[in-house]
C-alpha cells in the first residue's frame, strides 16, 4: 500500500525544512519534495550568502534543534551582530547608530553560515520519521509551495507573480580585514547603491560577507574587474575604518526585485517564503520572513477545529491574512528606503539626512523600530 500523506512542501531549501519539521511535531505525514539528483544544478563555488537572522528566527530554529554550532573546521558557523552602524557616503560619521546594549539583548541579529544551517536542518529532517523525502509531488491534503521565487509550481495553482525590477544586482562575497570586526555590521548608502559588511567567524574574527547592492550595469563593470580592482572599489566606498579589505571567495551575483504573488492560498494549497514574496536585501529580513511564514502556517493548521480539512480555503486564508500585513510593512520599508537613498540630488538629499538623524534621536521611535527587526 502507497504511503498516504498530509502535506507536500514542494522545495527542500530552508523555508521548506523547516515547515516540514514543524508539521511533523504536529504529528503529520509529511512529503518533502527537491529535484531528482539528474536535474540539480551542481554550485559552481562555495554559496557565499550571508544570512541575517533575528531573535524569532533565532528560537525558532533552537527549538527545532536546528541552530548551526560550528563549521568542520571548529569555525563559529554564527556571528553576533553587536551593532549596526549605517551611513552616508557624502557624511564623514555615521547616520544611524544601532546596538545590543541599547535593547538589552546579547546581539541585534546573527550573521549565519549558510551550508551549515542548511545541513543542520538536512539532517533533522533525515531523523523524523514523520518526513518522506521525494524527487516529485505526490498527492497530499494540502500542497505548500516553498520553491523560491522562481517557483514552477505557482501557475500551476493559479497564482500569479507581479514583480517590480530595481534595475539592480546584489554582488556578494566573502572578504578578510586587517581589522578585527568587533561585531559590527556596516551598510553604507551610495547614491542609489547599498553596501552591507557583515561579521563572519565568530565576535573576535577579521572576515566579513560582503552584499553589494548596485545598478544592473555596475554590477556587470564590477564583476569584470580582478579581485584587486574590485577590491579597491570596494575600499573607495568603505574608507580606512574598516580595514584593508581582500577577497577570500568567488563573487556571485543576481538581480534585486520587489514581488508578490496576488494570492497565497486557496484550496488545497499555500505559498510560503520567497514562493510568495521578495523584498530588497537592504534590511536583512528575507530569510526571517520567510521562517516566520512557515511557522505561521504550521500554527494555522495546529489550530484548526477537528473537523476542518488541512486544504480548507477558508482556513489557509487565516495563516494569509496572519502573515501579509508583515510582509507588506517590511516590503514598503525597504523599497521606502531604496527610494530615499537612490536620489542624490542636493535638496533631496538633505532632507533625507535631516529626517534620518531626526529618527536617531528619536529614542521610542527608533526601540520600536529596532524591537520589530529583531523580532523582539
Not at 85 to 95: F, N, P, R, Y
Not at 176 to 195: I, K, M, N, T, Y
Not at 365 to 373: E, F, H
Request: net charge negative; hydrophobic share 45%; with cysteine.
Amino acid at each position: 500500500m502507497s504511503q498516504q500523506f498530509d502535506v507536500c512542501i514542494r522545495g527542500d531549501g530552508v523555508v521548506g525544512r523547516t515547515l516540514a519539521l514543524l508539521l511533523a511535531r504536529e504529528r503529520l505525514r509529511v512529503a518533502l519534495v527537491s529535484p531528482p539528483p539528474e536535474v540539480q544544478s551542481a554550485p559552481a563555488s562555495p554559496d557565499v550568502r550571508a544570512y541575517a537572522l533575528n531573535a524569532a528566527s533565532k528560537t525558532l530554529l533552537e527549538d527545532l534543534r536546528s541552530w548551526p554550532d560550528t563549521l568542520l573546521d571548529q569555525t563559529p558557523a554564527v556571528t553576533p551582530v553587536l551593532q549596526i552602524e549605517v551611513q552616508d557616503s557624502s557624511l564623514a560619521d555615521s547616520l544611524l547608530d544601532f546596538s545590543a546594549s541599547q535593547l538589552g539583548q546579547p546581539a541585534l541579529t546573527w550573521i549565519v553560515d549558510v551550508p551549515t544551517l542548511e545541513q543542520q536542518l538536512a539532517q533533522a529532517v533525515r531523523f523524523s520519521p514523520q518526513i518522506e523525502q521525494l524527487t516529485a509531488p505526490v498527492k497530499a491534503a494540502l500542497q505548500v509551495v516553498c520553491e523560491g521565487k522562481h517557483s514552477s509550481s505557482r501557475e500551476e495553482f493559479g497564482a500569479s507573480y507581479s514583480i517590480k525590477p530595481y534595475g539592480q544586482k546584489a554582488i556578494a562575497a566573502h572578504l578578510e580585514s586587517s581589522l578585527p570586526h568587533q561585531g559590527v555590521a556596516r551598510q553604507w548608502f551610495d547614491g542609489g547603491d547599498v553596501l552591507a559588511l557583515l561579521p563572519l567567524a565568530g565576535p573576535d574574527a577579521n572576515a566579513v560577507a560582503l552584499v553589494w547592492s548596485v545598478s544592473n550595469d555596475h554590477a556587470d563593470a564590477l564583476q569584470a574587474m580582478t579581485d584587486e580592482d574590485f577590491c579597491a572599489a570596494l575600499q573607495k566606498v568603505c574608507g580606512p575604518a574598516v580595514g584593508q579589505l581582500s577577497l577570500t571567495s568567488k563573487r556571485a551575483c543576481w538581480p534585486l526585485a520587489l514581488a508578490s504573488a496576488d494570492r497565497w492560498v486557496g484550496p488545497g494549497w499555500a505559498l510560503a517564503g520567497d514562493a510568495a514574496h521578495t523584498i530588497h536585501p537592504l534590511a536583512g529580513q528575507g530569510l526571517n520572513l520567510g521562517l516566520a511564514d512557515a511557522q505561521a502556517l504550521a500554527k494555522t493548521l495546529a489550530e484548526r477545529e477537528y473537523w476542518r480539512a488541512l486544504g480548507d480555503e477558508k482556513l489557509l486564508r487565516r495563516y494569509e491574512r496572519s502573515r501579509r500585513a508583515d510582509v507588506a510593512a517590511m516590503g514598503m520599508v525597504t523599497d521606502g528606503l531604496y527610494s530615499a537613498f537612490s536620489h542624490s540630488a542636493g535638496p533631496l538629499q538633505a532632507l533625507r539626512q535631516w529626517g534620518m538623524r531626526g529618527f536617531a534621536r528619536s529614542g521610542p521611535l527608533k526601540s520600536w523600530v529596532m524591537r520589530r527587526a529583531t523580532g523582539l
